[in-house]
Structures are given as C-alpha cells and as structure tokens.
C-alpha cells in the first residue's frame, strides 16, 4: 500500500491506495502544518503502514517543509524518506496514470485555484528539473507591464488563480460597472468568492462573463506557452479550469490554438481533469513508486 499526501494551502489531503492506484482510504484536515498531516495521515492509513510515502508541496525548498515531511512519516509509522515532488507534477502523475489522461505518454497538467501550478510527464515518467521545481507555472510571463502582484504571486496566478479572478471583477465594479455578484455577496465587496463570478456569468451577468473571457484567454496563453515547449500528447487542465469547464475549457482551447503554429494546433488535445480532489495526492502516491 502506497501513501500519498498533498499539503494544499488551507488543507492537507492524504489517500492510501494500492499498485494499481485504487484508493482504499481517504483522509483530510484543514490547515497546511505538521499536525494537520499527522491527522490527515492518519485517517488515511487506518493504523496500516505504507510501502512507500509521496508528499507534494508547492515548493520542495518552502520553509516549512521538512517539518510537514517529519510529521507525515511519523504519522505513518515508518523510518523512509518521503518521495517530494511539486503539487503541479503530481496532479499530471496522476492523470496520466488513472485520469483524464490515461494511456498518454507525454502529458501536460496546469492547475489554477489558490495558487497556480503545472507539470510535465514525459515517456510516462514525471520531469521535475536540475531542482525539483519545474512546473512553476504561476510565474509564466503574459504581460509586460510591471505589477506589484506579479512580483509576488507571478503574473499567472495573479490573474487566473482565485483571488486574481476576483480582483479583476472587484476592479469592475469600483470602476462603475453593475453586477449581480455584489448582491450575492450580500452587498460586501469583500465576501466576493470566486465561485459567484462563474454562477453568475452562466447566469448572463454582463460583468461576470467578461471576467471569465478574460480569465480563458490568460489560461489559453498559459496552455500555448507550455504546448509549444513540450509538444505533449494531451493537456489537463484542473482545479477552477475543471471546476469552469463548461466556461473555460473551449475558449482557452480556441486561444491557445491561435497563439500556436498550424502543424502543434492540429493535435492539440486540452481536457479537463477527472480525478479532482485525489489529483494530487494520488499523483504524489504514484511518484512514490517510481524510481528517480
């Protein structure tokens, strides 16, 4: 039995499952500190002891980290190393081996909710850089204009991660415009969630539906930027891309085929994941079986 941990920013998720990626226990805790792994861990495991330990973090060098690893394997009962690789890497680990894109060789994953991250299969084993740390999507440069959010969360999570999303429609709406997703948020600017935006706009809110243009057209570029570069068998897309697909998904296919030469936009492939919240986990789970 194999352990697979994902610390997420407000939660840790663990699964247990088995060779075959069939998953027998699932646990979670909120908070992304050590105690919350412990208990997430343990739920998971049910008292059993794992074979092998993966654990994906958004960075393998983040402080913190060592601590959150500590507290996972002691949880687990066991003296091994766990397998670290970044949350983006182990959500196209575990789509291309019991997701959306099962049976690819090369794989593409770009995951946007809090945060944004990517990674890369290829010949069916995950690439991870010189350190650890490719697929740091977030910081893809779509825009030259030099910003202050940019700086800090890269200019890709700054416009299609959760907050950024909000921050465009908030803009909107101090600028004049009228949105419904004001009164769902029950007059306050600053209750806005993102989840509201995507009802609305399948709901005709003017405002909302330009947010979520803008939004596919960024996740287009991001897609095209990482296609041309790896030139892989299919793209997943996951967390509020999935979430959206019927918003999302064909729009940000259709901009980043324009963005790409005719001969890569013809067997352009872009999904939306299948295993959602076990994307991660499971993913880190399977990487824990792979030798690097």
């Known amino acids: ?49 794992p074979d092998a330990i993966g654990l994906a973090v958004r960075d393998p060098f983040e402080h913190g ?21 970044t949350r983006g890497c ?26 944004v ?4 299969v290829i010949d069916g084993t995950p690439f991870e850089g010189a350190h650890g740390l490719a697929g740091a999507a ?41 949105s419904r997703v004001l009164e769902m948020a029950g007059g306050d600017i600053a209750a806005i969630q993102v989840q509201q935006i995507f009802e609305a706009a399948r709901n005709g809110d003017g405002v909302s539906i330009s947010v979520v243009r803008d939004t596919a057209r960024y996740v287009g570029m991001a897609i ?3 296609v041309a570069i790896t030139d892989p068998d299919i793209v997943v897309v996951g967390g509020l891309i999935a979430e959206a697909a019927d918003q999302l ?22 999904v939306a994941a299948a295993l959602g919240d076990d994307g991660g986990p499971l993913g880190a789970a399977r990487a824990a079986m792979i030798v690097k």
């Not at 002691?74 to 690789?85: D, E, T």
């Not at 997701?99 to 060789?105: I, P």
């Open 138 to 178: 977030a910081y893809l440069a779509l825009n030259p204009v030099e910003r202050e959010d940019y700086r800090r969360f890269g200019s890709l999570q700054a416009e299609i991660g959760a907050a950024g999303i909000v921050r465009r429609l908030v803009w909107r709406i101090k600028s004049g415009d009228r």
């Open 249 to 270: 998904l064909q729009p940000s296919q259709t901009e980043a085929v324009r963005r790409l030469p005719k001969s890569i936009a013809e067997s352009l492939s872009v």
């Open 1 to 49: 039995m194999i352990l697979g941990v994902e610390v997420r920013e407000h939660a840790v998720l663990a699964v247990a499952a088995d060779d075959a990626g069939a998953i027998t226990r699932r646990g979670k805790h909120e908070g992304a500190t050590g105690s919350s792994a412990v208990d997430a861990v343990r739920a998971a495991l049910g008292g059993a002891q």
């Open 65 to 85: 980290v060592p601590e959150v690893a500590k507290a996972v394997v002691a949880a687990a009962g066991v003296s091994m190393s766990p397998r670290l690789l």
């Open 117 to 120: 991250h990517s990674g890369l």
């Open 90 to 115: 182990a959500v196209a680990v575990g789509e291309q081996w019991r997701g959306a894109a099962s049976g690819a060789s090369q794989v593409v994953a770009l995951v946007a909710a809090d945060s």
């Open 224 to 226: 095209a930027n990482l």
